[in-house]
């Protein structure tokens, strides 16, 4: 059975076209999946920390077997992060585009699930550092949104866009490779052609739900 994970980036609530698009496939999907397991984690409006030096100091620690406890506790956060993403094997990331990329919240999340030894691996090969992705078998939904337009593929703003393209590469270097974005688009314009994208995101995210 498929455990779904859902991480909401949007610091806005009730207001917020990520969450309200999300919670649309979430509810399909749930309907589709019955005895399917369902966890939200909010990293948009909850505080999650910053990586901080004593965070980097841990995670690279040469001997993590050995960490000290002080150490252990510098980390327990992002293990708990670490080990929610591998307990589910489907991730919904709720994610609007902010200042071309992501939402800060998002982003601390990216930057405590890619851990050393649990989410990827380096192997030095005559000197040369390779990475060696270590999480396997998930499929991943973002769902995004713009306040302008063109971000997707082959629009005119497409290069400009650090948000979900780069949410495909920090996933893939851990090993997740299955993505599919859901955009929808124009929120800052006239509000016709916004909700023209919400209706046609809303008809794709109702279709994957009966298969993620
Ligand atoms: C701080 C901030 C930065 C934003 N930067 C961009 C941007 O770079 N490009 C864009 O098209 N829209 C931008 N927007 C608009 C949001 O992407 C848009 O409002 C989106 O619907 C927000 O998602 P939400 O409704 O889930 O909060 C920005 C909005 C905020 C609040």
Redesign the pocket.
């Known amino acids: 059975m498929n455990t779904v994970l859902a991480v909401h980036g949007?610091p806005?609530g009730e207001?917020?076209?990520?969450?309200r698009l999300a919670e649309v496939f979430l509810q399909a999907w749930q309907t589709a999946n019955p005895q399917g397991h369902l966890t939200r984690r909010e990293v948009g409006r909850g505080h999650l920390p910053h990586v901080s030096e004593a965070f980097i100091a841990a995670a690279f620690y040469p001997q993590p077997e050995a960490r000290p406890l002080s150490m252990q506790a510098d980390l327990a956060l992002s293990d708990e992060l670490v080990a929610e993403l591998l307990g589910h094997s489907r991730l919904v990331i709720a994610a609007?585009?902010?200042?071309?990329s992501v939402p800060s919240g998002i982003k601390a999340w990216v930057d405590h699930i890619v851990r050393l030894g649990l989410t990827f691996n380096t192997l030095q090969d005559s000197g040369v550092a390779q990475y060696q992705p270590l999480v396997q078998g998930k499929k991943v939904l973002i769902v995004t949104?713009?306040?302008?337009g063109g971000?997707g593929p082959g629009g005119e703003h497409e290069a400009m866009n650090h948000a979900d393209r780069w949410l495909r590469t920090a996933l893939g270097f851990i090993g997740i490779e299955n993505v599919t974005v859901v955009a929808a688009e124009g929120?800052?314009s006239e509000s016709e052609g916004f909700q023209r994208s919400c209706a046609e995101a809303q008809q794709r995210l109702l279709a994957l739900a009966q298969t993620f």
């Not at 949104?145 to 302008?148: C, E, N």
């Open positions: 949007s806005r207001r917020s076209h990520t969450r609007p585009m902010h200042n071309f949104s713009r306040g302008g971000f929120e800052e």
